[in-house]
């Protein structure tokens, strides 16, 4: 089974690597691949450049392993939507299972996204739970949950899609605006995320207050 990891990653941080990393050892993953949005549908357009978060994604994940960064968003014009991107995955991984891994903030989210009622035609979702963040699911969503989650991991490996599963994480409330906002100010970011991310956001004047 392959997890999906998408996200702008405007930068990556800690508050995605610990919970993937997580996902991956528990749900004994055989990959982990990193999708980076090239044009995200519902926000703004990231402050760093394509290059940048490909560059800072790289550098963070040296130490990760089984781990593999795709191009295929920032490479498809148009919206990066997750339905097209695991349309293509199924594609090229016909006989893997694929698991969509999920912040629960994105879960709740879920009915706003692109098809998202036909995502579980072509991958597991694996919601990261967090002690600070309550499902709030509206009822389209609690339905699907009704129908679709599991609490064995070991029904997840015996298809390659379907199935819904919530998954304790360790809490860690960081978020790629909050780091933005501190280099905007001057400071350091340093302990957020890797400290070769950190360097290269330092090094290359990234989300520095315009003068």
């Not at 699907?144 to 490996?157: E, N, Q």
């Not at 599963?165 to 906002?181: F, K, N």
Request: glycine share 8%.
């Amino acid at each position: 089974m392959i997890g999906i990891f998408g996200g702008t990653f405007d930068p990556i941080h800690f508050g995605h690597l610990r919970p993937a990393l997580e996902v991956f050892q528990d749900l004994r993953l055989e990959q982990l691949r990193w999708i980076p949005a090239g044009q995200p549908p519902h926000r703004d357009s990231p402050d760093a450049s394509i290059e940048q978060r490909l560059d800072m994604l790289r550098l963070a994940l040296q130490d990760i392993p089984q781990s593999v960064v795709d191009e295929c968003e920032v490479q498809r014009p148009g919206p990066s939507y997750m339905f097209d991107t695991l349309t293509m995955l199924r594609q090229r991984f016909a006989e893997t299972g694929l698991a969509l891994i999920l912040g629960m903030d994105a879960f709740n989210g879920l009915p706003g996204w692109h098809r998202w009622q036909e995502l579980l035609n072509l991958a597991h979702i694996i919601v990261c739970s967090r002690p600070d963040v309550d499902l709030a699911a509206s009822a389209e969503l609690h339905a699907m949950i009704a129908a679709s989650r599991v609490d064995d991991i070991s029904r997840l490996h015996d298809s390659h899609g379907g199935l819904i599963y919530i998954h304790p994480v360790t809490a860690l409330p960081i978020s790629a605006t909050e780091i933005r906002g501190i280099c905007k100010q001057g400071k350091s970011p340093r302990f957020l995320l890797p400290a070769n991310v950190c360097d290269y956001i330092e090094q290359n004047g990234l989300y520095r207050q315009e003068v």
